[in-house]
């Protein structure tokens, strides 16, 4: 479905219209209160907040202003950053303009996981609220912090989100993503009920009872990772029921890559408009960006809150004006846990504002530069194989990239699943189209195995979609 389409059947109300306009600010205009993004006074949970009206100098203004309090409160509250700002010979007073950040030290997930758990929290622990921790199946793992301002913050961010993707009060949301220490869970639920909505708190798992929620809550969103997704819709299908018959019209999708094949697929068989949300949990979680419904063409980055920079993913070099490169963060507004250009190892571009003009959009990120693999001196994404994926007829959105090793020589076997009904020959046809179309288009050479439906690992939360049997040898 695209934007200018209909949702079929019966809309809910105002569902995928732009946001409604609300009071221009009062007096004070955008200068800071307390909840900076807290509707204008006399507006309502269904119009955009003061910030999203801003014009773009009036943007800059507060952006400057809250770089240069959370330079000031990340030097003299934790010690690592007076130690690099120093080490980089630079003072909180030398960010004049939003230019001078460019001289101030990258942040990495090595400084937190140094800190861990709490060196860098920047206030007493009787003002941190609440925690939340990255799995750490890669090292040490990460603790975050957030005080009530930050978790407020937080849930008028999500709840912006939401409704640039058309969500309205009244409308019951059905969160898909974990709860607990994964940022997804809480974080949808509290700016689902900031934006006026009904929250059905279903989290991961339990498929088949999802299914029945969904169908018997009758909600019209949906928060969930996109891999997920398609196991609803594969358990819907399984149920004998039509998905695209499902209250649901618009799915706030994210916490992993995905493709705008995959896009087109979910929104084929689900009938929902398929949104991009973007986050992370070092710099907040989930609502640091989202893609809005009218435009669909990457993501309005909510700048009021965090600053964006790209560079070269290879060096600590100078940024890459208008390319991809490595997304950068400098929280503008957190108390507990300031991060100053924190390197996230997501790979996008920065465009300009569409639909939020003010608002810088991040292209849809391709990959995380931890993600890419190097193959015989060739780079793939998972990415680009789940659209190659995704354009072969027969072959169903559920794949793994298997690396293994013979002698010094890497090896990629693409596990793809078959769409259902396929025979032997055709899958066999798949997967030599498969092969040939990975070796035109990403330059590799690859084994493609195309398996029964409903034989791969299902995912839950975030998909994992490389297993790298190399060190083992085999
Ligand atoms: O995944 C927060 C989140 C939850 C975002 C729910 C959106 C929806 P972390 O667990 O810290 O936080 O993982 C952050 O996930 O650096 C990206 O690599 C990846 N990621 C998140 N959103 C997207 C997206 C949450 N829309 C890491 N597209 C990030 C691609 C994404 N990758």
New binding site residues.
């Given amino acids: 479905m695209t934007a200018a389409e209909g949702t079929g059947g019966a809309p809910p109300p105002a569902a995928v219209s732009a946001p409604q306009p609300a009071p221009a600010p009062g007096p004070a205009g955008p200068a800071e209160a307390p909840s900076p993004t807290a509707p204008p006074a006399g507006g309502s949970a269904a119009g955009p907040d003061r910030a999203e009206l801003m014009d773009a100098d009036e943007l800059r203004a507060l952006q400057l202003s809250r770089l240069q309090r959370t330079l000031r409160l990340a030097y003299d509250r934790v010690e690592l950053y007076r130690r690099k700002f120093d080490a980089a010979g630079v003072r909180p007073e030398d960010c004049r303009s939003l230019d001078d950040l460019a001289r101030f030290p990258f942040t990495t997930k090595d400084d937190l996981r140094e800190g861990y758990p709490y060196g860098m929290f920047a206030v007493p622990m009787d003002r941190v609220r609440r925690l939340h921790a ?1 799995s750490g199946t890669t090292g040490t793992p990460t603790v975050v912090g957030y005080t009530d301002a930050d978790l407020s913050v937080w849930a008028d961010v999500v709840a912006r989100s939401l409704r640039a993707a058309g969500a309205r009060p009244g409308h019951k949301v059905h969160v898909a ?1 974990g709860y607990g220490l ?3 869970g809480l ?2 639920h509290y700016g689902a009920e900031r934006a006026g909505c009904t929250v059905i708190p279903a989290s991961g798992g339990m498929t088949a009872r999802q299914v029945r929620l969904i169908r018997d809550l009758r909600p019209e969103v949906l928060m969930a990772t996109p891999s997920y997704t398609l196991t609803l819709i594969d358990e819907f299908e399984r149920q004998g029921v039509d998905p695209r018959g499902s209250s649901l019209r618009v799915g706030l ?6 493709t705008e094949e995959m896009r087109r697929e979910i929104e084929e068989r689900l009938d929902v408009h398929a949104l ?7 710099v907040m ?2 609502g640091v960006a989202q893609e809005c419904v009218e435009t669909k063409d990457g ?1 309005h980055i909510w700048e009021d809150h965090f600053y964006p920079e790209v560079v070269d993913p290879l060096g600590d070099g100078p940024q890459v004006a208008g390319e991809d490169g490595e997304l950068v963060f400098t929280s503008l507004t957190k108390e507990a846990l300031p991060v100053v250009r924190y390197r ?3 790979l996008t571009r920065l465009l300009p504002g569409t639909a939020r003009p003010a608002f810088r959009r991040m292209r ?2 391709t990959g ?1 530069c931890d993600d890419m693999v190097i193959m015989r001196g060739v780079n793939v994404f998972p990415s680009q194989i789940e659209e190659i994926l995704l354009r072969t007829d027969g072959v169903a959105p559920h794949f793994q990239l298997h690396l293994t090793r013979r002698g010094r020589m890497d090896r990629m076997t693409v596990r793809a699943e078959s769409r259902p009904g396929l025979g032997p020959e055709q899958r066999a046809a798949a997967a030599a189209a498969v092969a040939h179309a990975v070796k035109e288009g990403a330059g590799l050479t690859v084994e493609v195995e195309i398996v029964a439906p409903e034989t791969l690992e299902r995912s839950v939360g ?1 998909i994992r979609r490389i297993v790298d049997d190399r060190a083992a040898g085999g």
């Avoid at 999708?253 to 995905?258: K, S, V």
């Avoid at 991009?276 to 070092?282: K, R």
Wanted: glycine letters at 16%; aromatic letters at 16%.
């Fill in positions: 990255s993503y994964f940022t997804g974080g949808a999708f994210g916490a992993e890559p995905w991009d949300i973007y986050g992370l949990s070092e979680g989930p993501l996230t190892r997501d849809r990120v995380r975030k």
